[in-house]
């Protein structure tokens, strides 16, 4: 196995933890060859897209460029008994400002996606089968046992405005997970605070004041069933004291390429996700998806139906931003955002790199439900939003096939993937 290292320069901290994380998994990689009892698998990920938004704010339309989602990823194993599984982000870099997409929220932005962390992943996973059950025991930093995959693995490239209803990611995480034939239960402890920033590693103070569990069924290699529970302790107050989240998830998946021979792809899901202040509940928002892919020759076509609520916060001088952390007193009204996607593109090969050009289009339609001030004609222009994205994915080695998964509970990493 032959693995080029890119140089990375140091650039402050962000720098140089981004530099020493992408060193050892270099040097994992050329230590690893055929003889050794420790195989290693290594890939680079990375999206240039250009987006246009109509209308974006006010009436007006805006079109922005972006690399979205550029990482790199090692997976290595020692005699299938011990993995260490590991991704990078750079979006801190490249995605500072956020990515266009109306009705995504999270982290302090707002109708963008917000950059995801410098340390995306990095998970220690033991195994062990005993008296016909397979059995693992993972830690780190990456997903709670709650929810729906990440959906970077998933057929579109702009992710879906329930990205923090459906998924808990970048946590300290100790998850342990038991599966016996068709079915696998997980349960774990993690911290429940969200990042603040791309640079940011978590508070290790705050480990195991949040805990979850899942349940998965697989009655056929080609079909998943899931249902899960989360506890969350304060995740918007990095101190905690703020608002705690109980958070429920139920989905089914279904993936005929690589079981049954048929190109296709399926996946609906439900979320809640209820906000406490004590014992009082303060707000409920909802999710519901549906999205489905077939790849026909080289082609891949794809569709996503989502109807999901979220609050409305106040906003700072940069509309597209809000406070953090913020108060009960912040939120001026709760939206329910109805969106349909759709995607088309196609897979090309050039010189050892998968190459993916693809064009994705969306109409989003958005309404107050709550009565409160915030009116989104006034604010948008519009009640109907428009988003076109055109733009290139580009894959070298191994991706991730079914991010936020460890142990027996399910495959993490795949040479091809969709």
């Given at each position: 196995m032959r693995v080029c290292c890119p140089a990375v320069q140091p650039c402050g901290r962000r720098g140089s933890l981004c530099a020493g994380f992408a060193l050892l998994l270099c040097m994992l990689a050329t230590n690893a060859n055929a003889q050794s009892p420790v195989t290693v698998r290594a890939g680079a990920h990375a999206v240039g897209v250009v987006t246009r938004a109509d209308p974006a704010l006010l009436g007006d339309e805006r079109t922005e460029s972006y690399l979205t989602q550029p990482m790199i990823m090692a997976h290595a194993s020692w005699r299938d008994r011990l993995t260490l599984s590991a991704t990078i982000n750079f979006e801190g870099w490249t995605l500072d400002r956020g990515e266009l997409?109306?009705?995504?929220?999270?982290?302090?932005?707002?109708?963008?996606?917000?950059?995801?962390?410098?340390?995306?992943?990095?998970?220690?996973?033991?195994?062990?089968?005993?008296?016909?059950?397979?059995?693992?025991?993972?830690?780190g930093r990456g997903f709670a046992p709650f929810g729906t995959d990440d959906p970077m693995v998933r057929p579109f490239v702009k992710y879906p405005a329930n990205h923090h209803w459906s998924q808990i990611l970048e946590r300290w995480v100790l998850v342990g997970a038991l599966k016996r034939g068709p079915v696998a239960f997980e349960a774990g402890l993690f911290n429940g605070n969200e990042p603040t920033s791309p640079e940011d590693l978590g508070r290790l103070s705050r480990f195991a004041d949040s805990h979850a569990f899942?349940?998965?069924?697989?009655?056929?290699?080609?079909?998943?069933?899931?249902?899960?529970?989360?506890?969350?302790?304060?995740?918007?107050?990095?101190?905690?004291?703020?608002?705690?989240?109980?958070?429920?998830?139920?989905?089914?998946?279904?993936?005929?390429?690589?079981?049954?021979?048929?190109?296709?792809?399926?996946?609906?899901?439900?979320?809640?996700?209820?906000?406490?202040?004590?014992?009082?509940?303060?707000?409920?928002?909802?999710?519901?998806?549906?999205?489905?892919?077939?790849?026909a020759d080289a082609w891949r076509l794809a569709a996503r139906f989502e109807r999901t609520t979220r609050p409305e916060e106040e906003r700072?001088?940069?509309?597209?931003?809000?406070?953090?952390?913020?108060?009960?007193?912040?939120?001026?009204?709760?939206?329910?955002?109805?969106?349909?996607?759709?995607?088309?593109?196609?897979?090309?090969?050039?010189?050892?790199?998968?190459?993916?050009?693809?064009?994705?289009?969306?109409?989003?339609?958005?309404?107050?439900?709550?009565?409160?001030?915030?009116?989104?004609?006034?604010?948008?222009?519009?009640?109907?939003?428009?988003?076109?994205?055109?733009?290139i994915k580009v894959r070298f080695g191994m991706q991730h096939i079914r991010m936020g998964r460890y142990g027996v509970a399910g495959p993490t990493i795949h040479d091809h993937g969709m």
């Open positions: 997409m109306a009705g995504n929220a999270g982290e302090g932005y707002i109708d963008r996606r917000h950059p995801h962390t410098f340390l995306h992943e990095v998970m220690l996973t033991g195994f062990v089968s005993a008296a016909g059950f397979d059995a693992s025991l993972a830690f899942r349940l998965s069924l697989s009655p056929i290699r080609s079909l998943e069933l899931q249902g899960s529970y989360a506890a969350v302790e304060s995740p918007e107050h990095v101190l905690g004291g703020g608002l705690d989240q109980r958070k429920w998830s139920a989905s089914g998946r279904w993936d005929g390429r690589e079981t049954v021979g048929l190109p296709l792809y399926g996946f609906v899901e439900w979320a809640e996700t209820h906000e406490y202040d004590d014992d009082r509940r303060a707000f409920l928002f909802t999710t519901v998806l549906a999205e489905a892919a077939l790849d700072l001088f940069d509309p597209f931003r809000s406070a953090r952390p913020h108060a009960d007193e912040n939120i001026i009204g709760v939206t329910r955002w109805n969106t349909t996607t759709l995607h088309a593109g196609r897979v090309l090969e050039v010189e050892g790199l998968t190459v993916r050009p693809f064009v994705e289009a969306s109409l989003a339609q958005v309404r107050e439900i709550t009565g409160a001030i915030f009116q989104p004609v006034e604010f948008y222009g519009d009640d109907r939003l428009w988003n076109l994205s055109i733009g």
